[in-house]
């Protein structure tokens, strides 16, 4: 008998960045592997919503096309805010119009809720769902939050901070099965599960197939290098700032696709700095992002110095390296581990700006050794990180 699943998610195709480009691939294969999947989303709005009138975005028609197994909810808030309570409130408005959704659909039938968090505010609204439809949960952990909302230091109230530590324990203890991102969640996962026997499953992020680079086939000669993703509170714009300038003063090319709540103050250093040598490119489709990418010689990747984000596993590492573009990173803990120890780039301390910058002076005359570097990414995405072969592991537990 045919498996019946519905995802509950706030990021979903075609928001852009890692999570909803996650949970696109997992509703795609799971209905490619003969598992009925339906998804609860909102409408598209990270990081504005009136950016998705663009058709640019909704690039996939398969997706467009399917109107009965993508049920979107409408959302107010057009834009994110750098104001953690205004983004608090916006969460628990998600989970409201979540719940409304989930009580007009409890006459469906569904084995299985997977949740994806955070906000965690999504999760209790699955566990309504969970009660009505007698479904089991499996629970998607892509962030360890709150410790991540404490991490990025601009959040401080104790007692709420408290309260979210508590339904974070509750949340582990509720779920059947938890799925992580990151092998650097477990042990923080167990910890707050005690002495219950969950089962914690690693699925990472990764390419597709038919997103894999054979040849790097660069456009142009120039020598470039990239940042992309997130411009946030957790990757310390003050380093990203002092990179363009010494790229700049280099006369190197920096290529920066960023989004999100600081983009606009490190657009405004680059014109106050009069920093030319680097290129801001708004926001765009995976596919062109992934293309930048490839047609860069060193991809840069940083977090800030927050233990929580030790155990982060960022998108964005794991893109450079399908699109084979060796690593100069200034962090730690889980993703400086699979980078060394797959010799994908080069790891660095937090606060290195002028090693990470030297290093890539030096990768800038020495092609041998940044080819090097990108066949290792060619080899550990195909060895580890294709969606592909990774999907068995979320099969075997619906099945």
Same mark, same amino acid.
């Given at each position: 008998m045919t498996k019946k699943v519905l995802i509950m998610t706030q990021n979903f195709y075609p928001v852009i960045g890692s999570a909803g480009n996650r949970m696109k691939n997992i509703f795609q294969l799971l209905n490619e592997n003969k598992i009925d999947t339906d998804v609860l989303t909102t409408e598209p709005a990270y990081p504005n919503k009136n950016m998705y009138n663009n058709n640019e975005f909704w690039d996939d028609e398969t997706l467009n096309e399917d109107t009965t197994k993508i049920i979107r909810v409408p959302i107010k808030k057009k834009r994110f805010s750098n104001q953690i309570l205004s983004r608090l409130f916006f969460y628990i408005e998600i989970m409201c119009r979540f719940l409304t959704m989930v009580f007009k659909m409890r006459k469906n039938k569904y084995d299985y809720i997977l949740v994806s968090t955070p906000p965690i505010f999504i999760v209790f609204s699955a566990l309504v769902g969970k009660r009505l439809f007698k479904s089991k949960l499996i629970l998607e952990v892509r962030d360890l939050w709150p410790d991540s909302l404490s #991490?990025?230091?601009?959040? =401080?109230?104790k007692l709420i901070l408290n309260l979210f530590r508590y339904l974070e324990k509750r949340m582990y203890r509720l779920a059947d099965f938890i799925i992580i991102n990151s092998k650097g969640f477990e042990t923080h996962i167990k910890s707050r599960l005690k002495h219950k026997t969950t089962p914690i499953v690693y699925l990472p992020n990764g390419p597709r197939i038919n997103e894999l680079v054979d040849q790097k086939n660069k456009t142009e000669q120039e020598f470039r290098v990239v940042y992309a993703g997130n411009i946030g509170l957790a990757q310390d714009i003050n380093r990203l700032k002092q990179i363009a300038s010494l790229l700049n003063e280099k006369e190197?090319?920096? &290529? /920066?696709? #960023?989004? #999100?709540?600081?983009?606009?103050?490190f657009i405004s250093y680059l014109d106050e700095k009069k920093l030319y040598n680097v290129y801001i490119h708004e926001p765009t489709t995976r596919k062109k992002s992934l293309n930048l990418i490839k047609n860069s010689d060193v991809a840069i990747a940083f977090l800030n110095d927050d233990k929580v984000f030790s155990t982060v596993l960022p998108g964005k590492i794991i893109d450079y390296m399908t699109c084979k573009t060796p690593i100069i990173a200034g962090i730690k803990g889980t993703a400086a581990e699979i980078i060394k120890k797959n010799q994908t780039g080069y /790891?660095? #301390?937090?606060? =290195? /700006?002028?090693?990470? /910058?030297?290093?890539?002076? =030096?990768?800038?005359? &020495?092609?041998?050794? %940044?080819?090097? %570097?990108?066949?290792?990414?060619?080899?550990?995405i195909e060895d580890d990180f294709l969606w592909e072969k990774n999907i068995t592991t979320l099969t075997e537990i619906i099945t």
């Open positions: #991490g990025v230091r601009t959040f =401080d109230f190197i090319r920096f &290529d /920066v696709l #960023g989004y #999100g709540i600081k983009t606009n103050e /790891v660095f #301390g937090e606060h =290195d /700006v002028n090693g990470m /910058v030297n290093k890539i002076i =030096d990768l800038r005359e &020495d092609p041998d050794e %940044l080819n090097r %570097l990108s066949t290792n990414c060619s080899r550990i």
